[in-house]
């Protein structure tokens, strides 16, 4: 299907009446079978309250596990393993809200698993369903994409020979865009010979639903450009999986599985996604503040008692897009440590790290103060950390592709974090950009709470040196 606006709504229709559907089933198993002991009735009007604030959970936890970034070219075990994600982590909350040691442990623990059940055959069928239906109706020829090809030669002769084999795939090439005028091509294809701008104007003119881009560029630069103005058109974008390393951390792949192609996204997040993520970063953000105030009255005092200075520390760093803020800290280091030296990177036994603030290093307590930076919307709860000007400029000069990692909004922790202790020297990071471009490429927000809970332990455990 072209407009995947209409499955989202689809299955956000079909999601809502059978989550009803099994919260009054439950209801009626539970009170109305004779099954269990204490039965209690109640009407209608007194279930639909409840019945629309427990499937409100469900649909926001399914949107929160991106079961709406629905793309009817992924695979069906891929569709059952996020379903099965989403069930399982919604069930364990109701489990912990809903215990009651009063109640008879088995048989409320039956009748809620059994819930659990029903949601995960009510998200993972809708979701199985639809994409059966689409795949067939591609192979039928409905609901296929207009492809346009850019690029020639013989990798291109090669795929358009495999999508022409495979027509669960639902492309129809209609032109190819060659980069040079005499590049072999299918003959059956008409082919224009193209430029930049042509690209433009094909787009501007006709109905392109999908674009597949061959180029024949081992570098990568041509791809790049050719990027940028597919970004422009929103039209979805494919490439050969040979192709993908050279556009790591600058795309977010969706590998169409069975085949040699991956799909490649310049919108990390879903609108919807961006919300719920920016909402998450407040909740956690003001719960953190509250939880840490006693942290932060003590800190306020032992802070300058361990050393003369300010007991809070501001840097200018680089965030989202290359935007400069300024980052709070509590200081961990001695009043102009960095006067004599300038920029450098904190190494194993910095003599400029005080006694308090090794421990506040060790703990990751010097960044709390960076919730305010979270609360003004500089930064996130998880993501790359923020660098300074000066290593930024520095790292975009020397390390291939870092700078794309400025694509997102830098993080209180991350992927890296979780992994890596602070960086010693320059030659670490390259290493930690690949566990930025891991979780570039795999944002959401399952993987946010994954690296929250990852980051609990490290401080638990003192590896933050």
Same mark, same amino acid.
């Given at each position: 299907?072209?407009h ?26 539970? &009170? ?19 019945? @629309? ?30 379903s099965?994600?989403?069930?399982a982590f ?16 088995p !048989?409320?623990r ?9 949601? &995960? ?21 409905? $609901?296929t =994409?207009?492809?346009? @090809?850019?690029?020639?030669?013989h ?15 639902g ?12 590049? /072999? ?7 224009r ?7 433009? *104007?094909?787009?501007? !003119? ?18 790049g450009? =050719? ?26 792949p969706?590998r169409?599985?069975?085949? /040699? ?31 840490t ?14 050393? /003369? ?47 308090l ?11 709390? /103060?960076?919730?305010? *930076? ?28 870092y ?9 209180l922790? $991350? ?17 930690? @950009? ?18 929250? &809970?990852?980051?609990? &332990? ?8």
């Open positions: 299907m072209k995947r606006w209409y499955l989202r709504l689809l299955l956000f229709v079909c999601d809502v009446v059978l989550l009803e559907t099994a919260f009054f089933g439950v209801y009626w198993w539970r &009170f109305h079978t004779g099954m269990f002991t204490n039965p209690v009735s109640f009407t209608q009007s007194e279930l639909l309250g409840p019945s @629309l604030v427990v499937t409100g959970y469900w649909i926001l936890l399914f949107a929160w596990f991106g079961l709406y970034r629905f793309d009817p070219l992924q695979s069906r075990a891929a569709a059952l393993k996020s099965l994600k989403a069930a919604g069930i364990l909350i109701l489990f912990i809200l809903t215990f009651n040691p009063d109640q008879p442990l !048989s409320s039956i009748i809620l698993a059994s819930y659990g059940l029903a949601i &995960f055959i009510i998200v993972a069928g809708n979701r199985l369903g639809l994409l059966t239906i689409l795949r067939e109706l591609r192979i039928r020829g409905i $609901g =994409l207009n492809t346009l @090809l850019v690029g020639g030669g990798r291109a002769q090669t795929l358009l020979r495999y999508i022409s084999q495979h027509p669960e795939l492309m129809r090439v209609g032109e190819s865009l060659v980069e040079l005028p005499d590049l /072999p091509i299918l003959p059956a294809l008409p082919k010979a193209g430029t930049l701008s042509r690209l433009r *104007n094909i787009l501007q !003119s006709r109905k392109i639903d999908a674009v597949l881009l061959v180029p024949d560029d081992p570098h990568g630069n041509r791809t450009r =050719l990027l940028r103005i597919l970004r422009a058109f929103r039209v979805r974008t494919f490439v050969t999986a040979d192709q993908y390393p050279r556009l790591i951390g600058e795309v977010r969706s169409v599985y069975g085949h /040699p192609l991956v799909e490649i996204r310049a919108e990390l997040l879903s609108g919807t996604e961006q919300f719920l993520k920016r909402l998450t970063d407040l909740v956690f953000a003001v719960f953190l503040l509250l939880l105030l006693p942290v932060w009255l003590i800190l306020i005092i032992f802070v300058p008692l361990s050393s /003369p200075g300010p007991i809070f520390y501001s840097q200018k760093r680089v965030g989202l897009n290359g935007k400069s803020f300024t980052l709070y800290k509590f200081r961990s280091m001695r009043r102009d440590a960095e006067a004599q030296t300038g920029a450098v990177l904190a190494v194993a036994g910095d003599p400029r790290i005080t006694p603030g090794r421990i506040l290093r060790a703990l990751r307590l010097d960044e709390l /103060p960076q919730l305010i *930076n979270i609360l003004f919307g500089q930064m996130s709860l998880v993501g790359p950390r923020p660098e300074r000007i000066e290593f930024v400029e520095r790292f975009i000069r020397e390390i291939p592709l700078e794309r990692r400025l694509k997102v909004k830098p993080g922790t $991350g992927w890296s974090q979780v992994h890596l202790k602070y960086d010693r020297n320059a030659d670490q990071i390259p290493v930690k @950009l690949k566990y930025d471009f891991y979780y570039i490429e795999n944002m959401s927000l399952p993987l946010d709470v994954k690296i929250l &809970f990852m980051t609990l &332990f490290v401080i638990l455990r003192g590896e933050g040196l």
